[in-house]
């Protein structure tokens, strides 16, 4: 059973397009997180929802629109894909005010656009 | 701005020998710190913490230390294995509840050899 869960883990896209990749998480977690590594390696944090709601919001592009239809899902939506959007989005979910060891990853999708 | 520096992108080490993965961080407020562990195509899972409180924490073969005066912490693997061949991200973040806030290192690709 894996406990975040996110699809596609590959995706291969053109300029302009606009795709999206979906999480879920069987944790019971009311916290779930969008985490972007980009080419220089950083793990940096985009969005986090707690139960459906919008908690962190980092310096991302309006193209990115984070939905959460319930606690168990945080799909990541991107419009007008660019070439810098090329990275490997990882979604993690945890308690909320957990200790930070409580973060689980998913184990990423690997964005890339051409 | 890298709050979280792990200057050495990659180590070798010698089965049996021990691993010393360094970070260093810039951010005075910083008080939790932790240590995740990647295997390639998954996701990072926690490893080992330590508050500023402490200045050693150890769980087993993994041990962290911390010096807040340099602003320093480092990873020990006591006896390395081959199996302990990963990225290592080391992270930090201000309090300890509350995983919404995670800074992360650009990791440190750790090859133990047999």
């Known amino acids: 059973d894996t406990a975040v869960s996110q699809t596609p883990k590959y995706l291969v896209t053109q300029m302009g397009n606009d795709k999206s990749i979906k999480c879920e998480q069987n944790?019971?977690?009311?916290?779930m997180y969008w985490y972007k590594q980009d080419s220089k390696k950083f793990l940096k944090i985009m969005f986090s929802?707690?139960?459906?709601?919008?908690?962190i919001n980092e310096t991302v592009p309006n193209r990115f629109s984070p939905k959460s239809p319930d606690k168990a899902h945080l799909n990541l939506h991107i419009n007008s894909l660019e070439l810098g959007d090329s990275a490997v989005y990882f979604c993690?979910?945890?308690?909320?005010?957990?200790?930070?060891?409580?973060?689980?990853f998913g184990s990423g999708t690997q964005l890339s656009v051409l | 701005d890298q709050q979280v520096k792990q200057n050495s992108p990659s180590l070798s080490v010698q089965e049996g020998r021990i691993s010393i993965l360094n970070c260093d961080y810039t951010?005075?407020?910083?008080?939790?710190f932790l240590w995740y562990k990647k295997y390639p195509a998954e996701g990072p899972t926690f490893l080992i913490s330590?508050?500023?409180?402490?200045d050693k924490n150890e769980d087993g073969r993994f041990t962290v230390f911390l010096n807040k005066s340099a602003k320093h912490l480092s990873l020990h693997i006591v006896p390395s294995q081959p199996g302990d061949s990963a990225v290592y991200f080391c992270?930090?973040?201000?309090?300890?509840?509350?995983?919404?806030?995670?800074?992360f290192g650009k990791g440190t690709k750790l090859t133990v050899n047999p």
């Open positions: 993690a979910s945890s308690h909320w005010r957990s200790t930070n060891e409580k973060l689980f």
């Open positions: 330590i508050s500023s409180i402490k």
């Open positions: 929802y707690n139960n459906k709601e919008l908690i």
């Open positions: 944790l019971g977690h009311d916290t």
């Open positions: 951010n005075s407020m910083f008080d939790y």
């Open positions: 992270a930090a973040s201000r309090g300890e509840g509350g995983s919404e806030k995670l800074v």
